[in-house]
């Protein structure tokens, strides 16, 4: 039998335990919005959009890089479309986790934007439509950087920028998937 005092201790530091599990359990869960498969079906009047794939030659990476400002994971891009507009899915870091978005360009312009999965603890705001409804119309300029200034959240900065960028990369990739 322990002593009262090691019990109670043992007791304490395993409810500590197991509220700490809790805690992150709640907080730092992914949260899926919408499957990637289902966005892309959304998009089109087809039912299932023919698939592509961008490579991403040297030239593409270049800009990449300079978009996002660091070097992309993949070496390749898939992506779906019909006529002229094409659905992304893309993946960047917030804070400390991906946040997977997806984005429908039709002539070289935003025509939707949805966060579908969320993997950070907080600044999921920016899944709400005030926030992307941003986003539409939204186009490249000379620079590759958005012809327009899109306004932040209040504790979703990292997050917000993410957002900017993937959204700067699907135009970009868009654009260069048109002109092959």
Same mark, same amino acid.
């Given at each position: 039998?322990?002593?009262?005092? $090691?019990?109670?201790?043992?007791?304490? +530091?395993?409810?500590?335990?197991?509220?700490? $599990?809790?805690? #992150?359990?709640?907080? /730092?869960?992914?949260?899926?919005?919408?499957?990637?498969?289902?966005?892309?079906? =959304?998009?089109?009047?087809?039912?299932?959009?023919? +698939?592509?794939?961008?490579?991403? +030659?040297?030239?593409?990476?270049?800009?990449?890089?300079?978009?996002?400002?660091?070097?992309?994971?993949?070496?390749?891009?898939?992506?779906?479309?019909?006529?002229?507009? +094409?659905?992304? $899915?893309?993946?960047?870091?917030?804070?400390?986790?991906?946040?997977?978005?997806?984005?429908?360009?039709?002539?070289? #312009?935003?025509?939707?934007?949805?966060?579908?999965?969320?993997?950070?603890?907080?600044?999921?705001? $920016?899944?709400?439509?005030?926030?992307? @409804?941003?986003?539409?119309?939204?186009?490249?300029?000379?620079?590759?950087?958005? @012809?327009?200034?899109?306004?932040?959240? =209040? /504790?979703?900065?990292?997050?917000?920028?993410?957002?900017?960028?993937?959204?700067?990369?699907?135009?970009?990739?868009?654009?260069m998937a048109e002109a092959k």
């Amino acid at each position: 039998m322990l002593h009262p005092g $090691i019990a109670r201790r043992l007791r304490l +530091t395993w409810l500590c335990l197991v509220a700490g $599990i809790s805690i #992150h359990g709640a907080y /730092g869960a992914e949260k899926v919005y919408m499957e990637a498969a289902d966005f892309a079906a =959304s998009a089109f009047s087809t039912p299932s959009p023919q +698939t592509h794939v961008l490579w991403l +030659t040297p030239e593409l990476r270049a800009t990449a890089v300079r978009i996002l400002g660091h070097e992309p994971a993949q070496l390749r891009q898939k992506y779906w479309n019909e006529g002229k507009k +094409t659905v992304w $899915i893309l993946e960047e870091i917030g804070k400390e986790e991906v946040i997977t978005a997806g984005f429908v360009v039709q002539d070289g #312009h935003i025509e939707q934007t949805r966060v579908l999965t969320y993997r950070e603890s907080r600044g999921d705001e $920016i899944r709400y439509p005030a926030f992307l @409804n941003q986003f539409q119309g939204a186009t490249l300029a000379d620079d590759n950087h958005l @012809n327009r200034r899109i306004d932040g959240i =209040s /504790g979703a900065t990292l997050s917000v920028n993410a957002m900017v960028r993937m959204s700067r990369l699907a135009l970009y990739f868009a654009k260069m998937a048109e002109a092959k």
